[in-house]
């Protein structure tokens, strides 16, 4: 038994050494990192131990400004694209003619690169010298007045980027959620119809509890992926975030590294460490929440 036990670890090492070399020991540094006060990148020497990176990321503006667009876009994509996910699943489920066809055409940009994406956004919401955009077009043809979504008021700048985002991450959560009603036992929908039951009554009696452990999973891992959202505000917006005023957390730590006020991976790690306990928390209290209304 014994020996069977160390070869189990044994083949279980590889995992665990990768592990320690590029998740483990990177977290451990950004934590160290995180303290070192005034740490010179050249020497690699500070002049003590404090938490004076976190006052001063909490004293940027910038980074104000980055937290904010975050939460905001967290706490709107979350919410509706796992919601109108759900809309679209339903509808799949319910019909058989050309269901494969419709299933592939709402995966279409799930495997279609961001940057590609976001150009065509561009296009149909930024105004050019030639045409105001396709949106516009469809807003002036209403009798509403052409608005400059991509350079715009900040509000427009913000519907962009969350209806970009709920359009990226909705073909994910349509395929998982499509999977999940299928495989919901017909007997307990036989068995309702019988008694008489309504569909409405179905659909969150017998619906919800089946696939919600699935929708638990939707809803922690888009809470993750939309805090570190990065690369959708750069496919809109460009690089220089800041100045656009739709910089996140994930870009305003790869401008203190990177960018042009780059150089300090301090404050970076500052910055990484306050996004980490932010995620953790929200993941703790939707695991928390799960226990009481998922059903496995």
């Not at 150009?119 to 043809?141: S, W």
Request: charged share 10%; glycine share 8%.
């Amino acid at each position: 038994m014994e020996k069977k036990s160390f070869k189990g670890w044994l083949y279980l090492l590889p995992a665990f050494l990768f592990l320690a070399v590029f998740m483990i020991y990177p977290l451990v540094d950004v934590f160290i990192y995180s303290v070192e006060e005034d740490f010179n990148f050249v020497t690699q020497a500070s002049t003590g131990i404090g938490f004076g990176n976190f006052k001063y990321i909490f004293e940027d503006p910038y980074f104000i400004k980055a937290l904010q667009n975050t939460v905001i876009l967290v706490v709107i994509t979350v919410p509706l694209s796992t919601g109108i996910a759900l809309i679209i699943s339903l509808g799949l489920s319910s019909i058989k003619w050309l269901r494969k066809l419709f299933q592939t055409v709402y995966f279409l940009p799930y495997v279609t690169n961001t940057l590609a994406v976001g150009l065509v956004f561009m296009i149909l919401f930024k105004p050019t010298e030639y045409t105001d955009g396709m949106v516009n077009l469809l807003i002036t043809t209403f009798g509403g007045q052409s608005v400059n979504f991509i350079e715009g008021p900040y509000w427009a700048k913000m519907f962009v980027l969350c209806f970009y985002t709920i359009w990226v991450v909705m073909p994910f959560k349509i395929l998982i959620l499509t999977g999940s009603l299928a495989s919901v036992n017909r007997t307990y929908y036989d068995a309702a119809k019988v008694d008489g039951t309504g569909k409405a009554r179905m659909f969150f009696r017998i619906t919800l509890p089946m696939i919600s452990p699935m929708i638990s999973y939707l809803v922690i891992t888009g809470f993750i992926g939309a805090f570190k959202a990065y690369s959708d505000s750069v496919a809109l917006f460009g690089t220089n975030l800041n100045v656009a005023g739709m910089n996140t957390l994930v870009g305003y730590v790869y401008d203190m590294l990177y960018g042009n006020s780059g150089g300090y991976p301090s404050y970076a790690s500052a910055a990484a460490v306050v996004l980490f306990f932010i995620v953790l928390a929200i993941t703790c209290v939707n695991l928390l929440v799960s226990r009481k209304y998922v059903h496995y």
